[in-house]
């Protein structure tokens, strides 16, 4: 599975991006999907996350702003972002995993999000 990640750009405190993933295969065996994050010196750190049962999950910084999503028929993986924070400024990454282990093995490259204040 190879992933892109897209949808990145410069917003201002309050608006809203949709990021993609799309995986070139299917996404269908793919127990877990979820998006990272990467801030200028900071560590990744994991945003939401989706499984195959549909079983979702949030980091508590994003909860009630984020909604995460997957469309198996399309092999996409997306995250609506909204009330945009500047602290959300980060490199955003899709990630894939065959088991419920997460990170998985699969990383697609990172799209920027970059928010104003």
């Known amino acids: 599975v190879q992933l892109q990640a897209s949808g990145g750009g410069l917003m201002q405190t309050g608006g809203s991006l949709r990021l993609s993933c799309a995986a070139s295969g299917s996404i269908r065996g793919i127990e877990m999907m979820a998006w990272y994050r990467q801030a200028p010196g900071q560590q990744r750190e994991l945003v939401a996350t989706?499984?195959?049962?549909?079983?979702?999950n949030y980091a508590d910084s994003v909860k009630g702003r984020f909604t995460i999503s997957r469309d198996n028929a399309k092999n996409i993986l997306y995250l609506q972002m909204g009330d945009l924070r500047p602290e959300d400024t980060a490199v955003y990454y899709c990630?894939?995993?065959?088991?419920?282990?997460?990170?998985?093995?699969?990383w697609g490259r990172g799209t920027q999000v970059t928010v104003s204040s």
């Open positions: 989706a499984s195959l049962g549909g079983w979702i």
């Open positions: 990630n894939a995993a065959y088991t419920t282990v997460l990170p998985g093995r699969y």
